[in-house]
């Protein structure tokens, strides 16, 4: 583990208590999170329940033998981690490189705090700096070629296909959907944008989290960590 991230995960787990319901997201960083969460639990004997956001996080909760569990049992949970692909001056994420946004958002949508772990890489002042990816929109297959039509048309860049690296054909998330990724020209209002592309039919959920996370912790080169909140209006 480099240094940084080792900062960043024993600052944010120090902050988990007992009988806890922790949302445990998915990415690189959070493999580091669920290492030190076990460590913890073992460690001081605590009773930590926790709801994955993807096929990746609930075997990471097994293989580390935390206790599993859903959004059926625990609808209200105490608090979610995640990472994100690029995090803006204002908490406003990009989220979905890997696929599970969907699933992401609602369990950060579920969660008393949601907190986001980073590395220094993921730290812009506005989105599209860092992140030249685009912004991941799941969507109903049938309907992506009228989806990446009208947010074209609508909002500029172009929205393209993710395509699967291993395999052929398209990427097929969690919930047998397709993504597309809309590369964006210029910085948004990214609320009305959100509520926008969430609107049209066959929209799914966007990989735009607004107004979600409460605060960021990035794990800086040098091995300290910067903490973000906010901006107070």
């Known amino acids: ?70 959004l059926d049992r625990h609808p209200e949970l105490d608090v979610a981690i995640d990472g994100a692909d690029e995090v803006d001056v204002d908490l406003t994420l990009i989220k979905g490189g890997g696929g599970c946004l969907t699933q992401e958002k609602i369990v950060a949508g579920c969660a008393k705090h949601f907190v986001v772990i980073a590395d220094y890489r993921k730290d812009s002042k506005t989105l ?9 929109i799941e969507v109903i297959p049938m309907a992506y070629v009228p989806i990446s039509r009208m947010i074209a048309k609508r909002f500029g860049g172009e929205a393209n296909l993710r395509m699967a690296v291993s395999k052929a054909g ?7 959907n397709f993504i597309l990724d809309w590369k964006f020209e210029r910085a948004e209002n990214w609320k009305e944008v959100n509520t926008a592309i969430k609107m049209i039919p066959g929209v799914v959920e966007t990989g735009l989290f ?24």
């Open 1 to 70: 583990m480099t240094t940084h991230k080792h900062t960043l995960i024993q600052l944010h787990c120090s902050s988990y208590c007992n009988n806890q319901v922790v949302g445990v997201g998915s990415g690189s960083t959070i493999v580091y999170a669920v290492d030190r969460l076990a460590e913890r639990v073992r460690q001081e004997k605590l009773n930590i329940v926790c709801v994955p956001t993807s096929f990746q996080a609930r075997q990471l909760i097994l293989q580390h033998g935390l206790t599993l569990s859903d």
């Open 210 to 233: 607004v107004g979600m996370a409460e605060r960021a912790y990035f794990g800086m080169e040098d091995g300290t960590v910067q903490v973000r909140d906010p901006p107070v209006n």
């Open 128 to 136: 599209g700096q860092q992140w030249k990816k685009g912004v991941s």
């Open 170 to 176: 398209p990427v097929v998330t969690d919930n047998s």
